[in-house]
């Protein structure tokens, strides 16, 4: 029998805001235990959550990036449950009516674009760090509160390489956007993966398996080829399969029971009566789109259209936010967008991939990349002092017009010193002019070979190349 | 013993700037009165920071423009005190220390006002009796042989005004928690419009329904105080953004037409009671003012009760679902963190709010949601638009705060009959609509007082404070206590 | 609604983490019964079923302001703050008997 994979992703995106969805308490990464925190987060009584706006802004903008229609009023859920990391006993959330709704993403599988149906995208917060140890557990509330978007696919991917490139596309979307870090290993990313499979043709859907646990992109496309394959022999089989959660053990490259489903949880959603609806104006709307950061398409267009670089180029420059970034920065002093693009991809990428360190901690201005394609491309420097150069920026973080005086990486363009050493080269060699008068071109790179000898490559290549064609012609 | 606090703020104001008494004077005062209390008022206490502030504020000249100065009061104890223990009536939170003011109390330290103590309730506000909070029975002070309750569930607050240990208190009212024992205890009892009066530091039970507000011995005293603490407040997403006037000073005379709910007033048997609305209707309309009475659907009506005690148990499940003992509050051990929560929960809660949350959380279950939660709601809605229709054409509308005086320690009434249900209850039409409300005292039976409900649309509270004003006028007992509620009796109120 | 007796009472509860005497769930059962007659009275509200459920006393333009994202340094708490209301603490943290999923 032959069978259909029906796949829902269930994606928590974590933003990036300085303080929290519901209170004024910063989020600060990497911080000292409960060091993040007021009233609310502990749920004290009598506390109350006050939303902030750029968590609102940026739901706006994921949801116009994934097609959808906005809520223009916000309300408000509890989702009531007890649990160790939940500090109010329940969370706030968008039950019934989501900020974004009805939208869709593309991705391109085997050369052909597909459109992923989403459902909605809500907002909601986090919940504090659990710390486990032997017999006991410690918890850590600085992760109370920040702001989550969670995003639901319809169940319309059909594999595991369909799902990610779906959740590399929500990346992609929220690292443009600015919005998240997008990090599944740091759990700013984190998807829950539904599988369930039919006979092709069916239209009733089988028993849903849900996947937690899921930390990088290869996990999911993995965790879901196996759960596939898992669920097919078991129908093969004729055995049923059960509703159950599982996780994906990553060194055995298998899924693994977590709890067998019972009844389904009820959360005994309401509105949150702390939290009237909040009627967003159009202008609000549309300004938090139009001031929302580039998507990698329109980066990409723009690369193409306003750079002029060819598609490999655009998309290697464009394979990081923030090297496209800073791409673009340094392209902001320079015409020469495909000289630079160049110096950037073989260079730059070249030194960041040697030293396995990001962009981000790379200490070299864009502008002074600019500035030092300018004068390779200006000829005052060849390539193997660009190269120089380029180190010495490293080193010393000092701009390259600098560094070429303190270097003396010159060229040497004095034509009366040029033309000695050539009529000293063509003295010594006295059949070259003729043996140039009758065709023979090559006599004019042996000029030039042993006048850049002389001069240890110093020499202005235009102007030489100038000098040698007049002696040789006369 | 002095009792210069069965005065009013205004007269304590006065005193304190001609220099006849200081704060400490008083101070000191409500101290000895606490120390005494007999009627099972109070919670934690703060008399070592309240003397202090006092002995300071002695030193300082007594500013003409603030009625607060040196002022003694009392907070219920679901308002949230920074530095000192806050339990909200029950044990679980035995031992939880704020790290926050409530907003209430931040506006009256700043204004000079000094906290004596904490006064109890029922447990998280839950019961509206004056029996279910940790301490156990709240008695009414007007009864010396104990036999009565004071009601609640602001019962602390209550007696310690009605029984002048000072001369205003805080308490909240979620359907009628500062009303009802208003009425049983003699006393003005205030709640103002939904949104005027910051909920923040106020301890949760059913949040679209909860007010603060605060029990006073006179209608200048409460329309002060609402001029206090009408502020905008950022940490309340439901402080209302309007621009904020003042209601002082009150003038009687714009009062023009009130409205009486014929169904509230067939509702009440108790012919003391009827008798003392009907001679103040009289009054009223000797006094120019048009009173009309209006008919309201009795089903609506008898809808109240079920509709508030589904809404507000119902939400309490969710507000009180914070109180596990992991983060603050009497954590009980377990082997499990279930264990802990279900350990914590189980021993540090009151049978009757147990028995409120697993009423609460059965409306909230998924195949009762829209059977009883979401129609409760919609009786909500339907109560909401029948009074705003009718308060947009009058003043406001009036009645007898509750069908008896303050019910004997032992006593229950039928939950299913008309007295019941819609003159014990009516008062719930205040926090459904979040209009303003106020309950002065109407009258004495047999040494009880009885009062009478004046309520407002939204927004206007000066409306509501000018025809409890009038009425006071018409009724003359401004000022009852327990100390002076014998004088009144020989002037034969 | 959902059936009620003393069983189904019984798992309410424990839902919500907590359980009561046999005679409680005898009162409790008692008072479902009046409420349930009570929750009938709603019943014969004309045309109830046009209204939407109301969540909240009014709603107006008064109410909608987003807050600045904006850290307010005042109302912060430090560790030893957050830790003094908590029972059980362990290396700045709050400890719970370990908890498994």
């Known amino acids: 029998m032959n069978f259909e994979a029906i796949i829902g992703l269930e994606i928590h995106v974590e933003m990036k805001t300085k303080t929290k969805m519901f209170s004024s308490a910063p989020i600060r990464f990497k911080a000292e235990p409960n060091t993040n925190i007021t009233y609310l987060d502990l749920a004290y009584p009598g506390s109350l959550p006050r939303l902030n706006k750029q968590g609102v802004i940026n739901a706006i903008r994921v949801s116009h990036a994934l097609h959808m229609s906005i809520d223009d009023t916000l309300y408000f859920d509890r989702k009531n449950y007890f649990y160790a990391d939940l500090p109010k006993g329940y969370q706030i959330t968008q039950q019934d009516r989501p900020i974004g709704k009805n939208g869709y993403l593309e991705i391109e599988v085997n050369d052909q674009k597909k459109k992923i149906g989403i459902e909605r995208l809500h907002m909601e917060e986090d919940t504090a760090m659990q710390h486990h140890y032997s017999d006991y557990t410690l918890l850590d509330y600085n992760r109370v509160g920040i702001p989550l978007v969670e995003i639901v696919s319809l169940p319309e991917i059909r594999t595991g390489e369909e799902a990610r490139k779906y959740v590399e596309k929500i990346k992609e979307i929220v690292t443009y956007l600015d919005v998240s870090d997008g990090k599944m290993e740091n759990g700013s990313l984190r998807c829950d993966v539904n599988v369930s499979i039919r006979p092709f043709g069916s239209d009733k859907f089988g028993t849903k398996v849900e996947i937690k646990n899921l930390n990088s992109t290869a996990n999911i496309e993995a965790a879901i080829d196996y759960e596939i394959l898992r669920q097919s022999s078991l129908l093969i089989k004729g055995q049923e399969i059960a509703q159950e959660t599982r996780r994906f053990d990553e060194a055995k490259k298998e899924t693994v029971l977590m709890r067998v489903k019972t009844d389904a949880v009820d959360y005994k959603y309401f509105s949150e009566g702390n939290i009237p609806p909040v009627h967003l104006s159009q202008e609000f709307i549309r300004h938090a789109i139009e001031t929302s950061n580039e998507l990698y398409d329109q980066k990409l267009e723009r690369f193409l259209n306003d750079y002029k670089l060819n598609d490999v180029d655009a998309k290697i420059l464009l394979s990081s936010k923030e090297l496209a970034d800073y791409y673009d920065e340094a392209a902001k002093n320079t015409k020469l967008y495909q000289p630079l693009a160049n110096f950037v991809i073989s260079e730059v990428l070249g030194y960041l991939n040697k030293n396995n360190i990001s962009i981000g901690e790379f200490n070299v201005k864009p502008n002074n990349i600019s500035t030092l394609v300018e004068i390779l491309n200006n000829k005052e420097i060849n390539s193997k002092q660009g190269k120089d150069i380029f180190q010495k920026m490293i080193e010393t973080n000092k701009d390259p017009l600098t560094l070429k005086n303190e270097m003396g990486a010159t060229l040497i363009t004095d034509k009366d010193k040029i033309r000695a050493d050539v009529l000293e080269i063509i003295s010594q060699n006295p059949t070259l002019p003729t043996d140039y008068k009758n065709g023979k071109t090559r006599a004019l790179g042996f000029v030039m070979g042993l006048l850049m000898k002389k001069n240890r490559g110093k020499v202005e290549p235009n102007l030489a190349n100038e000098i040698i064609k007049e002696e040789l012609l006369k | ?493 | 609604m959902k059936e009620v007796n003393k069983e189904t009472l019984k798992i309410a509860a424990e839902k919500l983490l907590f359980d009561m005497e046999d005679s409680q769930y005898e009162t409790l059962l008692n008072e479902f019964h009046v409420i349930i007659k009570q929750l009938e009275l709603m019943d014969n509200i004309e045309d109830l079923s046009s209204y939407s459920p109301l969540s909240f006393p009014y709603v107006d333009e008064s109410f909608s302001l987003l807050r600045d994202d904006e850290v307010i340094e005042e109302t912060l708490l430090n560790k030893e703050e957050v830790l003094a209301n908590a029972k059980e603490v362990r290396d700045g943290q709050i400890e719970l008997p370990k908890v498994v999923g």
């Not at chain 2, 205030?190 to 949040?207: A, E």
Request: with cysteine; net charge negative.
């Open chain 2, 1 to 493: 013993m002095n009792n210069y606090l069965n005065l009013s703020i205004v007269e304590l104001h006065n005193l304190l700037l001609k220099g006849e008494v200081k704060p400490s004077t008083l101070v000191l005062e409500a101290i000895e009165k606490c120390k005494n209390d007999e009627f099972n008022a109070l919670e934690a206490l703060n008399f070592d920071e309240a003397l202090k502030k006092a002995y300071e504020l002695d030193k300082k000249e007594v500013p003409s423009d603030n009625y607060f100065f040196g002022i003694p009061y009392i907070a219920k104890d679901n308002l949230s005190t920074k530095g000192l223990e806050t339990t909200g009536g029950s044990n679980i939170l035995k031992g939880y220390v704020p790290s926050f003011d409530a907003t209430v109390i931040s506006i009256l330290n700043s204004l000079d006002a000094i906290m004596v103590a904490k006064s109890t309730l029922d447990e998280l506000a839950m019961g509206g009796s004056g029996r279910s909070g940790h301490k156990g029975l709240q008695y009414n002070p007007f009864d010396k042989t104990k036999m009565h309750l004071i009601g609640g569930s602001s019962s602390g607050s209550a007696i310690v005004t009605a029984a002048s240990y000072v001369p205003f208190a805080l308490g909240s009212d979620t359907g009628d928690s500062i009303r009802k024992p208003a009425s049983y205890g003699g006393l003005v009892g205030y709640k103002p419009t939904y949104g005027l009066i910051s909920r923040f530091g106020l301890f949760p039970f059913s949040v679209s329904l909860d007010h603060i507000g605060y029990f006073t011995r006179s209608v200048e005293d409460a329309a002060i105080l609402f001029d206090a603490l009408n502020k905008y407040d950022e940490n309340d997403y439901t402080s209302s953004l309007k621009e904020r006037t003042k209601v002082c000073p009150l003038d009687e005379k714009e009062v023009k037409k009130v409205a009486v709910i014929s169904e509230v007033i067939s509702s009440i048997k108790d012919e003391k009671i009827l008798n003392s609305f009907k001679n103040y209707v009289q009054e009223l309309e000797n006094r120019g003012v048009k009173v009309d009475y209006v008919n309201v659907d009795s089903n609506l009506l008898k809808a109240i009760y079920p509709s508030y005690i589904i809404i507000s148990s119902a939400e309490a499940t969710s507000n009180n679902a914070n109180l596990d003992g992991v983060k603050f509050g009497n954590r009980k051990e377990g082997k499990t963190y279930q264990e802990v929560m279900f350990n914590t929960r189980n021993e540090g809660f009151g049978e009757l709010i147990k028995r409120r949350f697993i009423l609460g959380s059965y409306a909230l279950m998924k195949e009762n949601q829209e059977e009883v939660y979401l129609k409760a709601k919609r009786v909500r809605h339907a109560i909401v638009d029948t009074f705003n229709k009718i308060l947009d054409e009058y003043d406001a509308f009036i009645a007898p705060a509750a069908p008896s005086v303050a019910r004997k320690v032992n006593e229950d009434s039928d939950a299913l009959d008309d007295t019941y249900l819609i003159a014990d209850n009516y008062l719930a039409i205040g926090n459904f609509g979040g209009y303003p409300s106020i309950t002065i005292p109407l009258g004495l039976k047999e040494g009880l007082p009885f009062g009478l409900s004046i309520t407002s649309k939204i927004f206007a509270d000066k409306k509501c404070f000018e025809v409890a004003k009038l009425s006071e006028d018409i009724i003359g007992l401004k000022g009852l206590s327990t100390s002076n509620i014998d004088e009144f009796i020989k002037e034969g109120k």
